[in-house]
């Protein structure tokens, strides 16, 4: 049933099987002998795409209420026992992911030998509920659901450039110079990239309308832009400071408050029942 669910909701035996850690192969034995002990067929095969048959259809819907079931069972299990145990399934923004969060990982399986945590990394909203997520980090504002947010502290963002750009371009004094600057475009997954660049001082915002003919994706590469002098860069305090103390970048604008964005840690109520889950709930909010 697992497989099943798993191939319906990947949509190919392949991506089910990195998911399952399995082989596309077994992953279709599974398929094929669970249409076999039923005797009808649940999935349209061709060779570019699957769908689901009418049975399948209905099928797999009360495969996700029993798998679901199942894992409330071994949850169970979890909550009546003082050790924290079994696989964790996190997910959380790439840049914040990879840089911030990943030493409090490491540090969180040190001291909890029989934890696992399955990582994803994305800047895509993830469904907690559809894809299963026990817990996720997550930047921006929150759209209205029945998630459980907890507040973090903010993810507060900085100007930089390198000083081989900033003795060719001149350095910027106040918010308005930099509508006369190259300014690199961070593109989130769902959206171009941020063309008003807001800061701070004595109470008083500034909103700057910038451009910039590079927009990366991705914050490393959108930093080693910057560090080849093409730019100035709008990014995380935490992922610059390195390249900061060793004078690679420098600060721009600093006596204004830059942007900061609320960052929330999300789960299920349901979830938090788990030792697993509420071990890493505390440590995340001591943390961060």
């Given at each position: 049933m697992a497989a099943f669910v798993t191939a319906v909701e990947s949509g190919s035996f392949a991506k089910a099987a990195e998911r399952l850690s399995l082989s596309p192969q077994m992953v279709a034995k599974h398929v094929v002998a669970l249409e076999q002990r039923l005797g009808a067929s649940l999935l349209n095969r061709t060779t570019r795409r699957q769908s689901l048959t009418a049975l399948g259809s209905a099928y797999y819907e009360r495969c996700k209420h029993i798998l679901s079931e199942a894992q409330a069972a071994d949850s169970l299990v979890q909550v009546m026992s003082d050790t924290p145990c079994g696989r964790l399934k996190v997910s959380a923004p790439v840049t914040f992911g990879s840089h911030s969060l990943?030493?409090?990982?490491?540090?969180?399986?040190?001291?909890?030998?029989?934890?696992?945590?399955?990582?994803?990394?994305?800047?895509?909203?993830?469904?907690?509920?559809?894809?299963?997520?026990?817990?996720?980090?997550?930047?921006?504002?929150?759209?209205?659901?029945?998630?459980?947010?907890?507040?973090?502290?903010?993810?507060?963002?900085?100007?930089?450039?390198?000083?081989?750009?900033?003795?060719?371009?001149?350095?910027?004094?106040?918010?308005?110079?930099?509508?006369?600057?190259e300014c690199l475009g961070y593109a989130y997954w769902s959206r171009p990239a941020d063309r008003?660049?807001?800061?701070?001082?004595?109470?008083?915002?500034?909103?700057?309308?910038?451009?910039?003919?590079?927009?990366?994706?991705?914050?490393?590469?959108?930093?080693?832009?910057?560090?080849?002098?093409?730019?100035?860069?709008?990014?995380?305090?935490?992922?610059?400071?390195?390249?900061?103390?060793?004078?690679?970048l420098v600060r721009l604008l600093a006596e204004y408050e830059t942007p900061s964005r609320p960052m929330h840690l999300l789960y299920t109520a349901n979830r938090q029942r788990t030792v697993k889950v509420r071990h890493f709930i505390d440590a995340a909010l001591a943390r961060f």
């Amino acid at each position: 049933m697992a497989a099943f669910v798993t191939a319906v909701e990947s949509g190919s035996f392949a991506k089910a099987a990195e998911r399952l850690s399995l082989s596309p192969q077994m992953v279709a034995k599974h398929v094929v002998a669970l249409e076999q002990r039923l005797g009808a067929s649940l999935l349209n095969r061709t060779t570019r795409r699957q769908s689901l048959t009418a049975l399948g259809s209905a099928y797999y819907e009360r495969c996700k209420h029993i798998l679901s079931e199942a894992q409330a069972a071994d949850s169970l299990v979890q909550v009546m026992s003082d050790t924290p145990c079994g696989r964790l399934k996190v997910s959380a923004p790439v840049t914040f992911g990879s840089h911030s969060l990943m030493p409090f990982i490491t540090d969180f399986l040190r001291q909890h030998p029989r934890i696992e945590i399955d990582l994803h990394l994305t800047d895509r909203l993830v469904d907690l509920v559809d894809e299963e997520y026990e817990v996720a980090f997550r930047i921006g504002p929150l759209a209205s659901s029945t998630l459980v947010a907890r507040p973090l502290r903010h993810y507060k963002l900085i100007a930089c450039a390198a000083p081989s750009y900033l003795a060719d371009r001149g350095v910027p004094l106040v918010p308005n110079d930099l509508t006369n600057h190259e300014c690199l475009g961070y593109a989130y997954w769902s959206r171009p990239a941020d063309r008003e660049w807001e800061f701070s001082k004595d109470s008083v915002t500034e909103r700057v309308q910038v451009s910039s003919r590079l927009s990366v994706n991705e914050s490393r590469a959108l930093v080693s832009a910057a560090l080849e002098g093409f730019g100035i860069v709008l990014g995380p305090e935490d992922f610059l400071t390195p390249a900061l103390r060793s004078g690679e970048l420098v600060r721009l604008l600093a006596e204004y408050e830059t942007p900061s964005r609320p960052m929330h840690l999300l789960y299920t109520a349901n979830r938090q029942r788990t030792v697993k889950v509420r071990h890493f709930i505390d440590a995340a909010l001591a943390r961060f």
